[in-house]
């Protein structure tokens, strides 16, 4: 099985099961035990009895702190791009979160948010780590042919509403086999950092919660 | 920093990548004839006295002259086309990599592609095609992953020493082992 359909199929089988009966049969804790055993769901303040926290999103932006292209080598990043996203977590195991991305025109990302840190109605996820499979073509640095990248960033999440978040991420892409950039390309690889440094995408955007 | 640690783990590191052999290279279409021959014998070199003998194969096919439409840039590295390219001391390219290093280069190597400053005059003296037969040498060794060595008596030793060697010698043998094994 590819790896997108992969992602696309443990996204659809990790957000189906919306009822908490469903999991009931596994264990002989009752509803209210159940309940009280997670711990709160969305980013919405109050509830906190879902056995799953599903958030979709969409946000877009670019690569801000990319140089106009007058350099030695002509950038080859997306200055503006899209992203969707499903960020899923089951709080009962780990406040960790699970995001699957679809970039538009590039590929799809699986990204672990962790480093979390709520001031007021915003929410912090600090350390973001996953990989990036460039299905189409990579965001950062596409001249560098290549399948997968490692994606790092952070981002921020604002409460509007019960459901409803503003959101924000930065995320910076470089390819996984790094050694082989460098092995390939020299002194001239520095030229391909610096066009990964510059060209982290900034995006925002909105999440709705479940 | 010397001693023979550094260009062990260099060795090693490289290993890591190890590129599959042999490996194909063109030689730029720009060189004179003279580079042209030279180049050449570098290629047979590389097979004559590493691949051969240490493998039973040649490491280097090569596929005859190249032209690159513009000549070299940065990005030919990555383009999978292996290519001894000659680079004007004068261009873009040349001037970024010795002001980015603070040193100025006859020749450079990665796996990507084969760089060569030096050039031949109208009528070379056998010390100076002596010369550019070894710096191509020591690129194509690159090429073929080869790290730098400390020992004089080796096509790829680091400084700017012997320029008389006229073929890869048994230290730049052991390097290649190191590399690729050898069979051993």
């Known amino acids: 099985m590819r790896l997108p359909t992969l992602l696309v199929a443990t996204s659809i089988a990790v957000a189906a099961p919306a009822r908490a009966d469903d999991f009931l049969p596994q264990t002989a804790l009752p509803k209210a035990a159940l309940a009280a055993t997670s711990h709160g769901g969305g980013g919405d303040g109050g509830g906190g009895s879902s056995l799953i926290d599903l958030t979709l999103g969409v946000e877009a932006g670019g690569a801000p702190l990319l140089r106009a292209p007058d350099g030695p080598v002509a950038a080859t990043t997306a200055r503006t791009s899209v992203a969707l996203f499903a960020r899923v977590s089951i709080p009962m195991i780990s406040e960790r979160i699970v995001e699957v991305s679809w970039v538009p025109r590039h590929g799809w990302g699986l990204m672990l948010e962790s480093g979390d840190l709520r001031l007021g109605a915003v929410k912090l996820h600090l350390l973001d780590l996953g990989v990036f499979y460039d299905s189409t073509s990579p965001i950062t640095v596409s001249r560098v042919a290549r399948r997968w990248d490692v994606a790092v960033g952070a981002g921020a999440e604002l409460t509007m509403r019960r459901h409803l978040s503003l959101v924000a991420d930065a995320r910076m892409f470089a390819p996984i086999d790094i050694w082989s950039v460098v092995t390939r390309y020299g002194d001239t690889a520095r030229l391909i950092g610096d066009e990964i440094m510059h060209g982290g995408q900034l995006w925002v955007g909105a999440a709705y919660h479940w | ?184």
């Open chain 2, 1 to 184: 920093m010397g001693g023979r640690g550094l260009p062990l783990v260099a060795a090693l590191a490289l290993g890591a990548c190890t590129p599959d052999l042999p490996r194909n290279i063109h030689v730029d279409a720009t060189f004179s004839a003279d580079e042209v021959e030279l180049a050449e014998e570098a290629i047979r070199q590389a097979n004559d006295r590493l691949g051969v003998p240490l493998l039973g194969h040649a490491v280097l096919v090569d596929n005859g002259l190249y032209t690159d439409a513009d000549g070299f840039h940065y990005d030919d590295f990555g383009d999978d086309v292996g290519v001894i390219y000659a680079l004007d001391s004068k261009s873009a390219e040349y001037t970024w990599l010795a002001d980015t290093n603070d040193r100025d280069y006859q020749g450079y190597g990665t796996l990507g592609d084969v760089l060569v400053t030096v050039r031949l005059g109208p009528n070379p003296t056998d010390a100076q095609r002596a010369h550019f037969r070894q710096v191509v040498m020591h690129e194509l060794g690159h090429y073929l992953g080869l790290p730098h060595t400390s020992d004089h008596d080796a096509v790829m030793y680091s400084g700017s020493g012997r320029l008389e060697l006229d073929t890869y010698t048994s230290k730049d043998q052991a390097a290649f082992c190191l590399v690729y094994g050898c069979g051993g």
